[in-house]
């Protein structure tokens, strides 16, 4: 399916801002839903915002990150891109950028385990 390598996460006050990026080598990238989700410690891996991947395609973003958190997408580069501003301390945990085989509708764009790659994370940890 690919490799999904993400970067970009560290140490930021309550209201700053940070960029996470995500490079897939996933050859059906441009039609592929891509998803990003996030682990806080002892909790299980949550949504956070996801592309459907399909020609008129729409992004999906949790509620508790709406206003607050954009996702975007190079395809010739085969990057996303997760930018999150005003963030809170409960932002913080692992961020996983993760890839479907194919493009994803409404819930199932929600759902972790119709993912098939995922990255290896990156920690965000913000201060309050």
């Known amino acids: 399916q690919g490799q999904l390598v993400e970067s970009g996460g560290g140490l930021v006050q309550a209201g700053g801002s940070l960029k996470l990026s995500c490079a897939a080598s996933t050859r059906t990238f441009s039609t592929s839903a891509m998803g990003w989700f996030r682990q806080a410690p002892g909790m299980e891996r949550a949504f956070v915002a996801a592309f459907s991947g399909r020609a008129g395609a729409r992004t999906y973003y949790a509620d508790s990150v709406k206003g607050r958190f954009t996702m975007s997408r190079d395809n010739a580069a085969k990057m996303v891109y997760l930018e999150m501003n005003d963030v809170k301390p409960e932002d913080t945990g692992v961020y996983f950028c993760?890839?479907?085989?194919?493009?994803?509708?409404?819930?199932?764009?929600?759902?972790?385990?119709?993912?098939?790659?995922w990255g290896q994370g990156t920690q965000v940890t913000v201060s309050s």
């Open positions: 993760a890839a479907m085989a194919g493009a994803c509708t409404g819930v199932g764009c929600k759902d972790r385990r119709l993912y098939s790659s």
